[in-house]
C-alpha cells in the first residue's frame, strides 16, 4: 500500500508565481501580500521496514515544524516569520517588510502497515525527514525450510 497525500487546499495564485520567478520582489517594488503560503516539494519512498517521507524546506529550523499523527493522518505543517529591514543613507530611514510563510500537506497512511508509535522526524540540511516504521506482521518474512518426516 502507498502513503498518498490526502489533503491539498493550496492553489498558486499569480501574485506567488510572480514573486517565485523574479525572486519575491517584482521589479523592486515593496511586497503587497503579508502572508505568502508554497507547498515544498516532497519525496516518499518505500522499502521492506518503513516509509520515508523527504520534505524540502531549505532556510527553516526544526523549531517551525509540527509534525502529527491523527487518525491515521499524518499532518506536516510550518509557520515562519522572516524580516527584511534596509537602511537608507539619510539617518532615520529605515524600511521594513514583514513576511509571513506557512505550508501544510497531509498524507493518509495505512493504519494497518504503520506502527504509529514508531514515527521519527529529523531535520538537516534543509531536509525534514520522516520514518513510519512498519509492523512486524507486514515486513517481509525470509524463507524458511520445513522438515518433511
Do not use: H, W
Not at 508554497?38 to 509540527?66: C, H, L, Q, R, W
Not at 527584511?84 to 493518509?108: L, M, Q
Amino acid at each position: 500500500m502507498t502513503i498518498v497525500r490526502r489533503f491539498n487546499n493550496q492553489v498558486p495564485d499569480i501574485a506567488n508565481i510572480f514573486d517565485d520567478f523574479f525572486g519575491g520582489d517584482f521589479f523592486n517594488a515593496p511586497a503587497t501580500r503579508a502572508t505568502r503560503t508554497s507547498t515544498p516539494a516532497v519525496n516518499v519512498m518505500e522499502n521492506e521496514n518503513e516509509y520515508v517521507i523527504e520534505v524540502a524546506a531549505p532556510g527553516m529550523k526544526k523549531d517551525d515544524f509540527k509534525v502529527e499523527v491523527n487518525n491515521g493522518v499524518l499532518s506536516i505543517s510550518a509557520e515562519v516569520e522572516n524580516q527584511k529591514e534596509e537602511k537608507g543613507d539619510e539617518e532615520g530611514y529605515t524600511r521594513r517588510e514583514f513576511c509571513y510563510s506557512s505550508f501544510s500537506r497531509s498524507f493518509a497512511i495505512p493504519k494497518n502497515e504503520v506502527d504509529e508509535g514508531k514515527i521519527d522526524a529529523s531535520y538537516k540540511d534543509g531536509l525534514l525527514k520522516i520514518k513510519l516504521q512498519k509492523r512486524d506482521e507486514v515486513k517481509p518474512k525470509p524463507a524458511r525450510m520445513i522438515e518433511i518426516k
